[in-house]
């Protein structure tokens, strides 16, 4: 999921797919830990997108204390 694609979304909305993303992280981490997963970038993508979410919700707390 790009940057872009994540501003679009509103703060309800960032914070539902952080949850979902990060059920599905740690599940193919679980996964990948008893058999190896067919693409492990897929784990290494997974987190960036957790990270670029909770960047960008990060952001609108900031701006809105402000």
């Known amino acids: 999921m790009k940057t872009s694609e994540i501003k679009e979304l509103s703060t309800a909305e960032i914070q539902e797919r952080i949850a ?8 193919m981490e679980m996964n990948h ?9 897929s784990i290494r993508a997974s987190r960036r997108t957790v990270a670029r979410l909770k960047t960008i919700l990060r952001l609108r707390q900031i701006s809105e204390t402000k």
């Open 20 to 27: 979902t993303e990060s059920e599905a992280l740690v599940r």
């Open 33 to 41: 830990a008893v058999s190896p997963v067919d693409n492990p970038q």
